[in-house]
């Protein structure tokens, strides 16, 4: 029963992803809680789409036999909430907070690739990612180290700088311990991975949750019992493996679509009970480059199903990153779509100015379990190696986005009161981000 589950859900997220493929393509012939500010967006989509490369990765004949570049970021935030507790805020007229402080080195030797990144954030630190890879050609290489998993849009499934709710139950710009492989045929991308276990805990307060990307973590009633966990959670993930297949179409003058499907599976090990659940998720995307319009869409499945105690619940699991923990629901779908114009302005100091839109929703698969959603609308402006977002976004039980009690359920059942009965909210936030790149 739990395989023809998964085989249905599969066929369910493909069916509506290349539905939505093909319909796109026919148009086209012709990118401790909520009160803690450090959010995923702290990492914005300028550093993923090329922090994870390495310089190597734009090797040709005629550069050097060997590089090699240190360099890292620095940047603050000046926010606005909108949510009940957050009067001060408002009264200050907002805050501005450090961000985040980074150092990264990223070279090759002839064939050798390199690649790593420590981030400091306010209150903790972890490494974002730490490979060494090897170019076989420009169709084939591979790494080992903490990489990038391959899943779904690349490098992030979002232009705005607080990503798309992917990200948040794991599935977006996600970051794992093992092996990944890259081959290319001509239009035809294809990424092979075997991740032995996540990217491991770094320094912070919180019991595992020191990292950059959301995964399953183990937690304790001292950290998550005031959102109900009531015995030791022991869930960690392992022995996971992925594969994403993608091809271009090339429309000429008009642009280029890429098309494609993903999936991935894995155990989930559980330390009191010394049993191994197991965790799948599939998705099928677009992205469109026509002139200066990036579209994306994509929609994804997914399901945690772990081995847990007797008498605990299997309806959520743990996640956690960027030292704080929640719980997700364990089944859902991920239904995310953006849109960004690009300008055609430069002036003095201006390379780039882009304006965007994206949405998302997790859609959970547990009746009485409310939906979470996100809308961002801003903008990207490029000056050199000073790349500000300028952001107003909203959300509906998406846990960075409301009052601190609510943060740790908004991704399970929802916001609701003791009656069970909701009390979420539309909540937003004003956010401007600079991140100075040197």
């Not at 490494?127 to 779904?152: M, T």
């Not at 009746?367 to 107003?392: C, K, R, W």
Request: charged fraction near 20%; glycine fraction near 12%.
């Amino acid at each position: 029963m739990r395989l023809l589950k998964v085989i249905r859900a599969t066929r369910l997220v493909l069916h509506v992803g290349l539905a939505t493929i093909c319909s796109a393509v026919v148009l086209s012939p012709g990118p401790v809680g909520a009160e803690t500010d450090n959010s995923n967006a702290n990492a914005a989509n300028a550093e993923s789409a090329e922090s994870d490369t390495g310089s190597a990765d734009q090797q040709t004949a005629q550069e050097p036999e060997s590089s090699f570049k240190v360099g890292g970021t620095f940047g603050v935030s000046y926010l606005v909430k909108t949510w009940d507790g957050e009067k001060a805020n408002r009264n200050r007229l907002g805050d501005i907070i450090f961000d985040m402080f980074s150092v990264k080195a990223d070279g090759h030797y002839k064939s050798l690739l390199l690649s790593a990144q420590y981030r400091v954030y306010s209150g903790y630190h972890m490494l974002h990612h730490g490979f060494i890879g090897y170019k076989f050609s420009d169709q084939a290489e591979f790494d080992i180290g903490v990489s990038q998993v391959p899943f779904g849009i690349l490098p992030v499934a979002s232009h705005n700088w607080f990503y798309n709710m992917t990200y948040y139950v794991g599935l977006e710009d996600d970051y794992d311990l093992g092996i990944r492989g890259k081959l290319t045929f001509g239009d035809l991308d294809v990424r092979l991975a075997f991740y032995k276990n996540d990217e491991g805990n770094y320094t912070g307060s919180s019991l595992a949750s020191t990292r950059y990307a959301y995964d399953v973590v183990p937690s304790t009633p001292d950290e998550l019992g005031y959102a109900g966990l009531m015995a030791d959670s022991n869930n960690t993930e392992s022995n996971q493996g992925n594969i994403r297949v993608a091809y271009n179409l090339k429309h000429g003058d008009l642009g280029s679509t890429e098309i494609g499907l993903s999936g991935q599976f894995g155990g989930l090990y559980n330390g009191d009970t010394d049993r191994n659940g197991y965790h799948w998720a599939a998705a099928a995307h677009l992205i469109g480059n026509y002139g200066p319009f990036n579209l994306q869409l994509q929609g994804a499945a997914y399901q945690y199903k772990p081995e847990n105690p007797e008498g605990q619940s299997d309806t959520t699991v743990v996640m956690g990153a960027f030292d704080a923990a929640y719980f997700v629901a364990s089944e859902g779908y991920v239904l995310a779509g953006g849109l960004s114009y690009t300008l055609p302005f430069k002036a003095g100091p201006l390379d780039m100015i882009q304006v965007y839109n994206d949405y998302s929703i997790v859609i959970k698969s547990e009746d009485g379990f409310e939906n979470t959603q996100q809308n961002a609308t801003g903008s990207l402006i490029v000056a050199g190696p000073i790349y500000t977002y300028i952001d107003f976004v909203l959300g509906y039980n998406q846990p960075w986005l409301g009052p601190g009690d609510t943060y740790g359920r908004a991704l399970a059942e929802g916001t609701k009161n003791e009656d069970g009965e909701s009390t979420a909210e539309w909540n937003g936030r004003f956010n401007i981000n600079i991140t100075y790149y040197f």
